[in-house]
């Protein structure tokens, strides 16, 4: 049975998820949802698209879709995956997957109650490079610490993301999220304990950061450092980047390799890469996600990982505020 597919946003990062589609077997994309006619138009002319929609609502009213991708501004994802999901409508969602905790708690209750799949792009899960360090961290002995970062140096970007009432925050809900994703997934998906930050905006005049340390204690003892920033004059390497820290031995990515004791381990992957964000990464999330749904399986990351995410990053925002750690209660 052919998948018929449905994408909210006709941006940057839905023609990524678009041409990601177009490379599965029986899936097919009818639709896409977006306010702005001319760029809705152009999307769909580009990809041959059938359907366009204004609204959200307006799609789901005459169905015909089995699932959506949501790749609109970070406000605007709960309420859209909630009407999708209570519709029976599968969902990829674009990280970060609400911009509140609340938002995500009610996304996960729609997919719960439906029994439509609900997904969270959280796409560094799916990178080559980020698998082969994950199959072989038991290499490294217990991990006490991690160092990441998501940065943009000499760059950022503009209109939605910069604006708080959209974003929901800066750097760290867009770059920094990345590096605490993929932190925590080479870790295990841990729970995280509590939360440290020092968040602040110096680059730009918009009313979200661009400048970003957090501090995450995990459940097991591990700590995480994580770096995120927008117009920075320095990273220590590509724009995401991760480091472990084990009892029996080092390893990292972008450069990816092992130290264990005297023995380097060098798997050979190009370094610099020519795209550091791979089509072929996105590709797999949406075989992954096509897979799940056509299975009724639950996908990781999900809403639960996701979940965690926002509960960190709240907890972040909450931690620059007050200048205090902040505990996260399961």
Same mark, same amino acid.
């Given at each position: 049975?052919?998948?018929?597919?449905?994408?909210?946003?006709?941006?940057?990062?839905?023609?990524?998820?678009?041409?990601?589609?177009?490379?599965?077997?029986?899936?097919?994309?009818?639709?896409?949802?977006?306010?702005?006619?001319?760029?809705?138009?152009?999307?769909?002319?580009?990809? #041959?698209?059938?359907?366009?929609?204004?609204?959200?609502?307006?799609?789901?009213?005459?169905? #015909?879709?089995?699932?959506?991708?949501?790749?609109?501004?970070?406000?605007?994802?709960?309420?859209?995956?909630?009407?999708?999901?209570?519709?029976?409508?599968?969902?990829?969602?674009?990280?970060?997957?609400?911009?509140?905790?609340?938002?995500?708690?009610?996304?996960?209750?729609?997919?719960?109650?439906?029994?439509?799949?609900?997904?969270?792009?959280?796409?560094?899960?799916?990178?080559?490079?980020?698998?082969?360090?994950?199959?072989?961290?038991?290499?490294?002995?217990?991990?006490?610490?991690?160092?990441?970062?998501?940065?943009?140096?000499?760059?950022?970007?503009?209109?939605?993301?910069?604006?708080?009432?959209?974003?929901?925050?800066?750097?760290?809900?867009?770059?920094?999220?990345?590096?605490?994703?993929?932190?925590?997934?080479?870790?295990?998906?841990?729970?995280?304990?509590?939360?440290?930050?020092?968040?602040?905006?110096?680059?730009?005049?918009?009313?979200?950061?661009?400048?970003?340390?957090?501090?995450?204690?995990?459940?097991?003892?591990?700590?995480?450092?994580?770096?995120?920033?927008?117009?920075?004059?320095?990273?220590?390497?590509?724009?995401?980047?991760?480091?472990?820290?084990?009892?029996? #031995?080092?390893?990292?990515?972008?450069?990816?390799?092992?130290?264990?004791?005297?023995?380097?381990?060098?798997?050979?992957?190009?370094?610099?890469?020519?795209?550091?964000?791979?089509?072929?990464?996105?590709?797999?999330?949406?075989?992954?996600?096509?897979?799940?749904?056509?299975?009724?399986?639950?996908?990781?990351?999900?809403?639960?990982?996701?979940?965690?995410?926002?509960?960190?990053?709240?907890?972040?925002?909450?931690?620059?505020?007050?200048?205090?750690?902040?505990?996260?209660?399961?």
């Amino acid at each position: 049975m052919t998948l018929k597919f449905a994408i909210a946003g006709a941006g940057y990062i839905a023609a990524i998820h678009a041409d990601a589609l177009q490379r599965q077997k029986d899936t097919e994309l009818v639709a896409v949802v977006d306010k702005f006619p001319e760029v809705r138009k152009a999307f769909a002319d580009k990809l #041959g698209v059938p359907r366009e929609y204004d609204t959200l609502a307006d799609l789901l009213k005459d169905g #015909g879709v089995d699932a959506l991708v949501i790749g609109t501004p970070n406000a605007l994802h709960a309420a859209q995956a909630v009407a999708a999901l209570q519709a029976g409508v599968h969902v990829l969602v674009e990280k970060p997957m609400a911009v509140t905790v609340r938002e995500a708690e009610k996304m996960i209750d729609a997919g719960q109650k439906s029994g439509a799949c609900l997904m969270v792009a959280h796409c560094w899960r799916f990178d080559r490079e980020v698998r082969w360090l994950k199959a072989r961290t038991g290499k490294l002995g217990r991990i006490v610490r991690t160092k990441s970062y998501g940065v943009h140096v000499q760059w950022g970007p503009a209109g939605w993301f910069t604006q708080k009432k959209m974003a929901g925050g800066g750097a760290l809900a867009d770059m920094g999220i990345h590096a605490l994703d993929t932190a925590r997934f080479l870790l295990g998906d841990p729970k995280p304990v509590s939360v440290y930050a020092r968040l602040g905006t110096y680059y730009r005049d918009f009313d979200v950061d661009d400048t970003g340390v957090v501090l995450v204690n995990w459940e097991g003892g591990a700590c995480s450092y994580i770096e995120s920033g927008w117009w920075q004059p320095h990273v220590d390497g590509p724009e995401a980047a991760t480091q472990l820290y084990g009892l029996q #031995g080092f390893g990292q990515l972008f450069p990816t390799w092992l130290q264990l004791g005297k023995k380097t381990v060098d798997p050979g992957f190009p370094f610099p890469r020519l795209e550091h964000s791979h089509q072929s990464m996105y590709d797999d999330q949406m075989a992954y996600f096509v897979k799940c749904v056509r299975s009724g399986s639950t996908p990781i990351p999900g809403g639960a990982e996701g979940l965690v995410n926002m509960k960190v990053i709240a907890a972040a925002y909450q931690s620059a505020r007050t200048g205090k750690a902040v505990p996260i209660h399961s």
